[in-house]
């Protein structure tokens, strides 16, 4: 039986819920984390956006990620783990190029958010954007590990669950 694309697994109906509020949960502790000036701007913008603009980072990573997911299942799809190890030891290893694509899609979304105080705070960051996506790599592998290491798990159980059925 192949394996499940990224996409089918992180964007199934049951798991995406679950999929937004783990990423919600892992920018949030990636922003808390950062030092320095460029930290304090971006924790101080982040905290404006989460106050001011209730639901807009969860409902940004909702609406983001199909394409995310999509753009990921290239490095998924190579992903061996008899070679490179853990999922987030392959993801740090990559970790240059996953950032720069998942910046494409974020981007993307900046141009079209309707939410300005948004796109400003984008904007303004996004020179240091890449060093922080790349820091937030190891995080990144273990939340998408969980949900695929999850969603095996679950396929089997229903497998199982079939085979007791028909015995």
Known sequence: MATPSLETILLAPERRPLVVADL??????????????????????????????????????????PNATKRLDRYYEEYDPTRHGSLTDYLVANSSAVADLLLGVADSGARRTRVESARKLYTKMRPQAKKHVEQAMPRLGEVLQRHITEAAAEERRLRWAGDDREA
């Open 24 to 65: 919600v949960r892992m920018v949030t502790a990636e922003v808390a984390e950062k030092k320095g000036a460029s930290g304090l701007a971006l924790k101080a913008g982040y905290s404006t956006i989460r106050r001011t603009r209730r639901g807009f980072i969860p409902n940004a990573i909702n609406r983001m990620l």
